[in-house]
């Protein structure tokens, strides 16, 4: 543990700051992307991501330390890690008066398979849940069409925000107006699934989830307790969801990450599901499979599946060698709209 001195003219000498760890760990069974979360407190806690503190006598690195914790409380050995960011804001701070340490937490997302013949709705793994991360973001989820609650809930709440001060400038120097446009499309054909976070960051500071209300957001306190718009999660534990979703989404156009969630072999319908589930996008089918084929991060395992319902289908399997051969390549799925 680390200290500083304290800001807060109520409190005296320094005030504690804890380093903590967090991790989304996401896994897709059966064409649902899962993240992997905990319950704190009793009944009716809010989910959260797994989380737990950085011992520097223990843990050489943060790393280390993330996957000692992870494999303690849930038995899982977690394979690619990768950190994306340091949170330490808003659904962090400590109340007047607090002398408990604020912790300032290092996110991670992780990336792990479950058993072939583990069900695709995993419930009790060592007390922990697999859910959705749709449920924490429905309105990423645009494999059946965009999602209605954009237009009958979320586009009304921004416009409200909008009118309340419609010369405001963000910090990127954009008007309110401009945001929604740029981020919910509400004329055009789409939105860029990478920006997930810039989404949830745009309806928590217009007041429209749960934690804005929580942690005091101005826009929130006015408009009252919002309905629920998606599961909220504790802390800010569902903005480091959403940057973990949209550096996934990102990442795996550039870089084979995706092969990371898929078993040793698989069909390229199987393939094409388990991107569709974390893009939230619906792929076409002949330009997805000409992808691939042209990527060289796939071949033929000279084997075929009998579990299609109908035609048996080619087996494939992740061409590792690639990632020698120089730069390894993505799968550059186009946005659809």
Excluded: C
Aim: proline share 7%; aromatic share 8%.
């Amino acid at each position: 543990m680390t200290r500083i001195l304290s800001t807060n003219p109520e409190t005296t000498g320094p005030l504690p700051v804890a380093i903590g760890l967090t991790a989304a760990i996401v896994a897709v069974p059966a064409d649902e992307p899962l993240i992997l979360t905990v319950r704190t407190g009793g009944t009716g806690a809010l989910a959260a991501l797994p989380s737990g503190p950085f011992d520097p006598v223990r843990h050489r690195t943060f790393e280390i330390g993330l996957r000692a914790w992870v494999a303690e409380q849930t038995g899982m050995s977690l394979g690619y890690v990768e950190q994306l960011y340091t949170f330490g804001d808003r659904g962090r701070h400590a109340r007047a008066g607090d002398r408990d340490p604020h912790v300032v937490s290092v996110g991670y997302l992780a990336l792990t398979r479950l058993a072939e013949d583990q069900p695709g709705d995993v419930r009790d793994f060592r007390g922990r849940d697999f859910r959705s991360w749709y449920e924490f973001f429905p309105w990423e989820d645009w494999r059946t069409g965009r999602p209605e609650l954009i237009e009958t809930t979320i586009l009304s709440g921004l416009a409200e925000w909008v009118e309340a001060a419609p010369a405001a400038l963000s910090s990127s120097g954009l008007r309110r107006r401009d945001r929604v446009s740029l981020l919910f499309h509400p004329n055009s054909r789409g939105f860029n699934e990478e920006n997930a976070l810039e989404r949830y960051e745009l309806l928590y500071e217009a007041g429209l989830v749960e934690e804005a209300w929580r942690d005091g957001r101005e826009a929130a306190l006015k408009r009252g307790r919002p309905a629920p718009l998606g599961t909220p999660m504790q802390h800010d534990h569902r903005r480091i969801l959403a940057t973990a979703m949209g550096r996934l989404r990102a990442k795996m156009k550039y870089r084979p990450v995706i092969f990371e969630l898929m078993p040793p072999s698989f069909t390229l319908t199987e393939l094409q599901r388990t991107v569709e589930a974390i893009t939230g996008r619906h792929l076409h089918k002949q330009n997805f499979r000409r992808l691939v084929e042209t990527s060289a991060a796939v071949e033929p395992t000279g084997e075929v599946s009998l579990k299609t319902g109908g035609r048996p289908a080619a087996l494939f399997h992740f061409r590792r060698n690639v990632l020698q051969e120089g730069p390894a390549p993505g799968l550059r799925v186009g946005i659809r709209g």
